[in-house]
Nanobody, 121 residues
Framework: QVQLRQSGGGLVQAGGSLRLACTAS????????MAWFRQAPGKERKFVAS????????DYTDSVEGRFTISRDNAKDTVYLRMNRLNDEDTATYYC??????????????WGQGTQVTVSS
């Protein structure tokens, strides 16, 4: 059974950068569309970015467009989220997610454990 294991995150000053990684264990991500979501304290989990199974198509929520980059290395079964010019509104728990229904699925039903990103101003 495939599991998603997240790494990266932590405390960073405003304007700084971080990279999150999400690696599959027990299987492969190669046929899955992948995404990152985030949840700030007391708020709903929200979409941040997605990448299709080939890596050829990406999508971002407006607030991170131009600052965050989602990428994947299918040979390593890993998806990344590079976050630049971080601000305090980016403080949240970040989750990676996989749509396991195949290359045409956008239903994210497999989740990582979450990793905290805290931006200090």
């Amino acid at each position: 059974q495939v599991q998603l294991r997240q790494s990266g995150g932590g405390l960073v000053q405003a304007g700084g950068s971080l990279r999150l990684a999400c690696t599959a264990s027990g299987g492969t991500l190669i046929n899955y569309n992948m995404a990152w979501f985030r949840q700030a304290p007391g708020k709903e989990r929200k979409f941040v970015a997605s990448i299709n199974w080939t890596g050829g198509n990406t999508d971002y929520t407006d607030s991170v467009e131009g600052r965050f980059t989602i990428s994947r290395d299918n040979a390593k079964d890993t998806v990344y989220l590079r976050m630049n010019r971080l601000n305090d509104e980016d403080t949240a728990t970040y989750y990676c997610a996989a749509a396991t229904g195949g290359p045409h699925s956008s239903l994210y039903d497999l989740w990582g454990q979450g990793t905290q990103v805290t931006v200090s101003s």
